[in-house]
């Protein structure tokens, strides 16, 4: 139930603008510091998001033609608004958002008004095998790492990109769908156990040590 304060307080977040932290405007690259904050933003950008190797390029060509290759399913069953009702409430709502400015708690709102048309138009995304680039589009922030003794080092900072709340929302069911998919018909490896529900690295410790003093026996 949105109350009087809930409203101001999802409409001051979405207003609410921010201090920005920025880079110092003088960076070392190679031996030579930039001069302005054109050249600084060039220097990190080379830095975290290099160009594609030429030795690279036609591996990428070879993944991109497997995928366009590959098999296609005959049939996706559709999402279901309490999959994507349960998606957003995984969403932890303190996060910062993307380039739209939308929290996932006011995705969430609007998912709970309107949940057909939220879940009609993922799954019009699904039939047309389709991902929408504002969805996939991240604003990218440079954030200084903490403790660093040097920040005019690239090496000082770290980038962080924040992609569209509905980005994730629709990378959030196509994840379940595969590994549901993986899990039913026995894809996974037994070994397997980072990003799965249900196990950790205390169970993958114990695994190791099984090995090993079975095979010292």
């Not at 830095?47 to 030429?54: I, L, N, R, T, V």
């Not at 590959?70 to 910062?96: G, I, W």
């Not at 959030?172 to 490896?189: D, G, P, S």
Request: net charge neutral; aromatic share 10%.
């Amino acid at each position: 139930m949105q109350t009087q304060e809930n409203v101001w307080s999802l409409t001051n977040r979405l207003l609410k603008t921010a201090t920005p932290r920025r880079p110092p405007v003088t960076l070392n690259r190679d031996g030579t510091y930039t001069t302005d904050s054109q050249e600084t933003a060039k220097a990190l950008l080379d830095h975290f998001y290099p160009g594609d190797s030429p030795d690279t390029l036609p591996r990428h060509h070879e993944l991109r033609s497997d995928m366009t290759n590959s098999p296609q399913s005959h049939y996706d069953p559709p999402f279901t608004q309490e999959e994507v009702l349960e998606c957003l409430r995984q969403m932890n709502p303190k996060k910062a958002p993307g380039l739209d400015n939308l929290t996932s708690d006011i995705c969430l709102q609007f998912a709970t008004d309107y949940p057909r048309l939220l879940t009609d138009i993922l799954n019009r995304c699904l039939a047309l095998q389709h991902f929408p680039n504002q969805w996939k589009t991240a604003f990218v922030k440079i954030i200084p790492k903490p403790g660093k003794s040097d920040y005019s080092a690239l090496e000082s900072f770290r980038p962080i990109g924040l992609i569209p709340v509905f980005g994730k929302l629709l990378e959030k069911l196509f994840i379940r769908r595969v590994t549901y998919h993986a899990q039913r018909n026995n894809l996974l490896n037994k070994f397997q156990f980072g990003f799965r529900e249900q196990t950790n690295t205390c169970e993958a410790i114990n695994t190791a040590l099984d090995i090993i003093y079975t095979s010292e026996k």
